[in-house]
């Protein structure tokens, strides 16, 4: 974010590695993340902190209570911004803020989000064999073929 301190950096990041936390503590939540594939392919960082984030992400995705699956690039409802959903509240982000709504109907919409997403998306299984494949092509060739979208032509 533009204007952003390092303060407020280093604030997000011990309080993202917090939430982290919850994952591997002694009774974790049971969680699902659907991750679009576009994140995969976008560089944030050098090729070598691409291959780290994924290598990451594989780690967590092998965890019992943890499920997660890549949706394509493709047009989808998730599309309009990230959500998190809980029994009885939800997140949404926005590029402003983020809102927490209580309210019923709207977290009934969210789930209905959810599900629509989570039909498109890949299993399991094969969400982390791509995100594996996608972390050895940035160890292997960087940026160039991990960013490079197959088209017609190269097909």
Known sequence: ?????????????????????????EDPPAVWFLVDEAALRRRVGSPEIMAAQ???LTGIA???????????????????????IAEHAAYVETAVAGQVFEDAEIIAGL??????????AFRGSESLA??????????????????????????
């Open 1 to 25: 974010n533009p204007g952003v301190t390092d303060n407020q950096v280093n604030d997000r990041l011990a309080a993202r590695l917090g939430r982290q936390a919850i994952l591997t503590r």
């Open 54 to 56: 994924l290598t990451h």
């Open 62 to 84: 092998r965890l019992p209570n943890v499920t997660i699956q890549v949706v394509p690039n493709i047009a989808h409802a998730g599309l309009l911004g990230g959500f998190a």
């Open 111 to 120: 789930l209905t989000r959810f599900d629509t997403l989570r039909n498109e």
């Open 130 to 155: 791509l995100i594996e494949r996608m972390c050895e092509e940035w160890k292997a060739s960087g940026a160039r073929a991990a960013t490079q979208a197959t088209t017609a032509e190269s097909a």
